[in-house]
């Protein structure tokens, strides 16, 4: 008897404790799924904002890098973090960027919040990475920050 209470209190906790191990993942539109959480559509949204935000970068336009960051981010996304981060660093150290390509094994999103991840090459560094940090703010995907990384 203790035998089976004791079975039976070991599933009520296994059901019960269940949901805290399963994923988030918010399912991707219909389409085909590049990655965890990411679909062909939202690929394509998310790359043309990833492009334009290193054009800004290529050509110093704050404005133009800037302008898909979440306003939740407005802190940091400013002229002056720019220059000392992008300009300073990573101009300096890696130069412009030339071209990337997606890497959806270390890509995912989930419940709004995400990441993108690209290996890239930049003027001064053939192997590097990019990664965006996304986020949900006014049911649209906007950028958090922008990293630029030499490729392990």
Do not use: C, H
Not at 32 to 39: D, F, N, R, V
Not at 50 to 59: F, P, Q, R, S, T
Not at 62 to 74: E, L, N, P, R
């Amino acid at each position: 008897m203790v035998r089976w209470f004791s079975l039976v209190a070991v599933l009520v906790l296994f059901v019960s404790l269940l949901p805290a191990f399963s994923q988030n993942a918010q399912p991707a539109p219909a389409g085909k799924e590049l990655s965890p959480g990411i679909s062909e559509e939202t690929f394509k949204t998310l790359d043309a904002m990833v492009d334009k935000a290193l054009d800004g970068y290529n050509n110093a336009d704050t404005k133009v890098f800037y302008a898909d960051f979440a306003k939740s981010m407005a802190a940091i996304a400013t002229d002056q973090a720019f220059q000392t981060l992008y300009k300073d660093n990573y101009m300096t150290n890696f130069g412009k960027y030339k071209s990337k390509k997606f890497d959806p094994a270390k890509s995912v999103l989930s419940d709004g919040m995400g990441l993108l991840s690209y290996t890239a090459e930049f003027e001064k560094n053939a192997k590097m990475t990019v990664s965006v940090n996304i986020m949900k703010e006014e049911d649209k995907l906007l950028f958090m920050q922008i990293q630029f990384n030499p490729a392990p």
